[in-house]
């Protein structure tokens, strides 16, 4: 069993930056895709970004330039760096992993965040 602890989340004003992280309690073959999903109020869940084990990044399309996903040394913990942040970026946001990353991409992760909230004021 993994457990994803999310933290970073908070209060922002238009135009500023956030960093979230998440951290999986342990290390393991689930932890091959670490990503992030969003849902904002009345919405459904959104995939934000996802890293794979080797490096490589994934990102909504709307989203690309502004939020950065990464991941650390240890594999264990997935960033996102979200910059120029905009009103419609409030949501709450979910570190989710998988096996495998197409499961993860369509939202079928093995294990999920309990979610962070993002707030960006006007």
């Known amino acids: 069993q993994v457990t994803l602890i999310e933290s970073g989340g908070g209060l922002v004003q238009a135009g500023g930056s956030l960093r979230l992280s998440c951290t999986a309690s342990?290390?393991?073959?689930?932890?091959?895709?670490m990503g992030w999903f969003r849902q904002a109020p009345g919405k459904e869940r959104e995939f934000v970004g996802a890293?794979?084990?080797?490096?490589?990044?994934y990102y909504a399309d709307s989203l690309k330039g502004r939020f950065t996903v990464s991941r650390d040394n240890a594999k264990t913990t997935v960033f996102l760096q979200m910059n120029s942040l905009k009103p419609e970026d409030t949501a709450v946001y979910y570190c989710a992993t998988a096996f495998k990353f197409a499961s993860l991409r369509v939202g079928a992760a093995d294990y999920w965040g309990q979610g962070t909230q993002v707030t960006v004021s006007p």
């Open positions: 890293a794979t084990w080797e490096g490589n990044t």
């Open positions: 342990l290390d393991s073959a689930t932890l091959y895709a």
